[in-house]
């Protein structure tokens, strides 16, 4: 079986031209390696106010537990957000959010 992929648009790059004043934009990035270094890049080139990073593979994160561990990303700080509940880890983004505010 083969899968053939097609590249689609890049949706964060894509609203830069539309992005009304005072709007937070906030991103996520999934990452197995070098995790902090390519968020930062992306916050960056997208002109992001905030990136949630997800670490792929850590024990007791990610898609398929009903737990995560994130790190809040900002231009100017990173905030590890402990492994807990994916309610309280959707809290913590909603906070980081309404600081940008």
Same mark, same amino acid.
């Given at each position: 079986?083969?899968?053939?992929?097609?590249?689609?648009?890049?949706? %964060? $790059?894509?609203?830069?031209?539309?992005?009304?004043?005072?709007? /937070?934009?906030?991103?996520?990035?999934?990452?197995? @390696?070098?995790?902090? $270094?390519?968020?930062?890049?992306? !916050?960056?080139?997208?002109?992001?106010?905030?990136?949630?990073?997800?670490?792929?593979?850590?024990?007791?994160?990610?898609?398929?537990?009903?737990?995560?561990? /994130?790190? !809040?990303?900002?231009?100017?700080?990173?905030?590890?957000?402990? %492994?807990?509940?994916?309610?309280? /880890?959707? @809290?913590?983004? %909603?906070?980081?959010?309404?600081? !940008?505010?």
């Amino acid at each position: 079986m083969t899968l053939e992929l097609e590249a689609t648009p890049d949706v %964060l $790059e894509g609203t830069r031209k539309r992005r009304k004043r005072g709007a /937070v934009v906030v991103g996520f990035a999934y990452e197995t @390696e070098r995790g902090l $270094e390519r968020a930062r890049e992306k !916050l960056a080139r997208k002109a992001l106010d905030l990136i949630v990073v997800n670490y792929a593979g850590d024990p007791g994160a990610g898609a398929e537990v009903d737990t995560n561990r /994130v790190t !809040l990303l900002t231009p100017g700080q990173a905030d590890e957000v402990p %492994l807990l509940p994916k309610p309280e /880890v959707a @809290e913590r983004i %909603l906070d980081a959010i309404e600081a !940008l505010r």
